[in-house]
């Protein structure tokens, strides 16, 4: 089974930083990608982030330039370091973890870290 460990949440002031972690374990599929979701109230789950195995990258539009996401394929972890932060960046994020395609694909979802931005 295969577990996902979010942490780094917490309340931050507009123009602040945070660094969102995200650790997998469990049987990994060693090619897989990681990535950064978030969810507002009353909206739905969008991607943030996300990056391969082999660290390609991509992000949404709306942190381009603010947001970088990493990994550390040795420990299996996902980062996400957030700069630049702001109120409308609030929303719980949640880490993914993905292989395969077809009937071998697989999803997995950490629990999610409460972010907030607001003075």
């Known amino acids: 089974q295969v577990q996902l460990v979010e942490s780094g949440g917490a309340l931050v002031q507009p123009g602040g930083s945070l660094r969102l972690s995200c650790a997998a374990s469990g049987t990994i599929y060693s090619i897989n990608d990681m990535g950064w979701y978030r969810q507002a109230p009353g909206k739905k789950r969008d991607m943030v982030a996300g990056?391969?195995?082999?660290?390609?990258?991509n992000y949404a539009d709306s942190v381009k330039g603010r947001f970088t996401i990493s990994r550390d394929n040795a420990k299996n972890t996902v980062y996400l370091q957030m700069n630049s932060l702001k109120p409308e960046d609030t929303a719980v994020y949640y880490c993914?973890?993905?292989w395969g395609s077809g009937s071998s694909f697989r999803s997995y979802w950490g629990q999610g870290t409460q972010v907030t931005v607001s003075s």
């Open positions: 990056i391969n195995s082999g660290g390609r990258t």
């Open positions: 993914n973890l993905k």
